[in-house]
């Protein structure tokens, strides 16, 4: 019985510091909590907005080659001396532009009459007999139906060359412009493939403040993420 009486007033008194404890903890846990929360919404937001300024900032070149005089006065013209000069502006343009791995102007029957191609760090016109044939690319059909002052943006990829997978993995996005002439008649599309990964880095810059961070596409594919698994769904 006295062990009993012991054991009743013991228990009780011993349980109360761990009481104690936790209600000290939880209530020192939760700021930490909500502050570490706001500090990963915070980073999140820094991604997105990285994520859309540098491909506002493409949108904006797209536009600006899709409207440019020298593509006018080539539409206007189309003599040999206007088609170069398209050619040189272009090319001139692609090279201060160092994530442009392609820049093309495409007729609105699919042909791609001009074409500026980068390998490393060098940009350069592409032959008539090395211009890729974009009439079956379904961005291409869908930029090509595109009114004046929209822009089509491509999801997230790897790129296609031939109709295969570049060797060299290159995540690409693509944005195209449709191209009208003085006249308001459609007359093709200009498209920039802009290599990717310079965002992939950017956002990987951010981990040093916050751990990992996932990226994934509307369809659920790893652009980055917890692995050398990126674009494993494709």
């Known amino acids: 019985r006295t062990t009993k ?26 700021p930490i909590r909500t502050i570490a929360e706001a500090g990963e919404v915070r980073i999140v937001e820094v991604a997105r907005q990285r994520f859309v300024l540098t491909i506002g900032s493409v949108v904006a070149d797209v536009s600006y080659l899709a409207d440019h005089e020298a593509l006018q006065q080539f539409l206007t013209e189309g003599k040999a001396e206007f088609f170069h000069r398209l050619g040189a502006h272009y090319l001139a343009f692609a090279r201060h532009r160092p994530f442009f791995d392609q820049v093309s102007f ?5 042909k791609t009459v001009v074409q500026i191609d ?18 079956n690319r379904d961005e291409i059909q869908r930029a090509l ?33 449709p191209v009208f002439d003085q006249a308001g008649e459609r007359r093709g599309t200009v498209i920039v493939h802009y290599l990717a990964q310079h965002i992939l880095d950017r956002i990987k810059d951010l ?28």
């Open 145 to 177: 139906t595109l009114d004046r002052g929209q822009i089509f943006v491509s999801e997230m990829d790897l790129n296609f060359e031939n109709g295969a997978i570049q060797q060299r993995v290159k995540p690409t996005i693509r944005i195209a412009a």
């Open 5 to 30: 009486i012991a054991a009743l007033i013991f228990f009780p008194l011993a349980s109360a510091p761990v009481a104690v404890s936790y209600l000290l903890y939880a209530n020192q846990a939760r």
């Open 118 to 135: 980068r390998t490393g760090a060098t940009a350069a016109l592409a032959a008539p007999g090395q211009r890729q044939d974009e009439t």
């Open 207 to 234: 981990e040093r403040q916050a751990g990992e961070i996932w990226l994934l596409s509307s369809d659920g594919r790893w652009l980055h993420g917890p692995g050398p698994d990126a674009f494993a769904l494709i």
């Open 106 to 110: 495409i007729g609105a029957a699919g």
